[in-house]
Nanobody, 119 residues
Framework: QVQLIESGGGSVQAGGSLRLSCAAS????????MDWYRQAPGKEREFVAR???????QTADSVRGRFTISRDNAKNTVYLQMNSLKPEDTAIYYC?????????????WGQGTQVTVSS
């Protein structure tokens, strides 16, 4: 089981920036696909961004051009740089790892970090 620990959340005014980090345990981080999700109060958890083990990137339409996902395999860490933040970005942000072994897929989630954007 991969352990994931998010950090970097906080409170910021609209237009500001935050950088989230997600540190993963284990020696196989470079083989994981890593995602960021978020969940706002009263809403379902939604996809934000993905970076595959090959480095391919997908970003949700709602954050494209403002949020950037990246990874540092030497540090077992994935990042989410969030710029031009809006009040609607307020949510708990979670990272998720996906790994595959012998045709089985394993997912792990972090505990989440709160991001609050005030207008």
């Amino acid at each position: 089981q991969v352990q994931l620990i998010e950090s970097g959340g906080g409170s910021v005014q609209a237009g500001g920036s935050l950088r989230l980090s997600c540190a993963a345990s284990g020696r196989a981080f470079s083989s994981y696909d890593m995602d960021w999700y978020r969940q706002a109060p009263g809403k379902e958890r939604e996809f934000v961004a993905r970076i595959t083990w090959r480095g391919s990137i997908q970003t949700a339409d709602s954050v494209r051009g403002r949020f950037t996902i990246s990874r540092d395999n030497a540090k077992n860490t994935v990042y989410l740089q969030m710029n031009s933040l809006k009040p609607e970005d307020t949510a708990i942000y979670y990272c998720k790892s996906t790994s595959t072994s012998y045709d089985k897929t394993y997912n792990s989630w972090g505990q989440g970090t709160q991001v609050t954007v005030s207008s």
